[in-house]
């Protein structure tokens, strides 16, 4: 069966730090793959999406930049994060009908 | 891009009632999903349906696409059944999205009391 991992699962930054945030997905093979972001007041934002190894669209211009270094790897990053990027951050993959999701990053940047 | 409204935003009740949380989306869809975010904020998928109607223990869910809505019926509610339910819709053929991702709305806060 897949399964995906996101880790960590909290995590709490100072503004100005980089961010790495790391999600794979097992079982399955060329998953599209998504990062969403969901900010107080609970609505989930589409971020990124990935359809193959090295192709990402965004959906949002921001701070954040994300990659696909291997077909079942999703990174989410910044060089310097912001105060207004903290949020609680969910890769999900899909191969077919239904949308999957990790268990999420909890970012806090102070 | 599509609009999704979730009503109503927070809904309180007793333990062993019955609840219906409605999704309403501005456009035509091929893509609906229920999903239920529990306390530790996972998101576990209820309901792929796009159209019609599927029932999964005491949850089920009836989309009439033609007149852009979904409806999510809880029956016998348990303690368990507290959380966040979240309607997403798209209009891409993959669940994900693609070209559009998938569009949330603001789910309904659900507290179920013993």
């Known amino acids: 069966s897949q399964t995906i991992h996101q880790w960590p699962a909290t995590l709490v930054q100072p503004v100005g730090s980089p961010l790495s945030l790391e999600c794979t997905v097992e079982?399955?093979?060329?998953?599209?793959l998504y990062w969403y972001r969901q900010a107080a007041g609970r609505g989930l934002q589409l971020l990124f999406y990935?359809?193959?190894?090295?192709?990402i669209s965004s959906e949002v211009p921001q701070n954040l930049s994300a990659s696909r270094p291997q077909d079942r790897q999703f990174i989410l990053s910044s060089k310097k994060l912001l105060l207004s990027d903290s949020g609680f951050y969910l890769c999900?993959?899909?191969?077919?009908?239904?949308?999957?999701f990790g268990q999420g990053t909890r970012l806090t940047v102070v | 891009g599509i609009q999704v409204e979730q009503s109503p935003p927070d809904l309180i009740l007793q333990e062993g009632a019955n609840s219906t949380l409605r999704c309403n989306f501005s456009?035509?869809?091929?893509?609906l999903q229920w999903f239920h975010q529990n306390p530790w904020g996972q998101l576990i998928n209820l309901f792929y349906?796009?159209?019609g109607t599927k029932q999964n223990g005491r949850l089920s869910a009836t989309t009439v696409a033609t007149e852009r809505y979904s409806l999510l019926y809880i029956s016998s509610s348990q303690t368990t059944d507290s959380g966040v339910y979240f309607c997403?819709?798209?209009?891409?053929?993959?669940?994900?999205?693609?070209?559009?991702?998938?569009?949330f709305g603001k789910g309904t806060h659900l507290i179920i009391q013993p």
């Open positions: 999900a993959w899909s191969s077919g009908v239904s949308a999957f």
């Open positions: 990935s359809v193959g190894i090295g192709q």
């Open positions: 456009d035509s869809v091929n893509n």
């Open positions: 997403a819709v798209s209009r891409a053929l993959y669940s994900g999205g693609g070209a559009d991702g998938l569009t």
């Open positions: 079982g399955t093979s060329n998953p599209n």
């Open positions: 349906i796009p159209s």
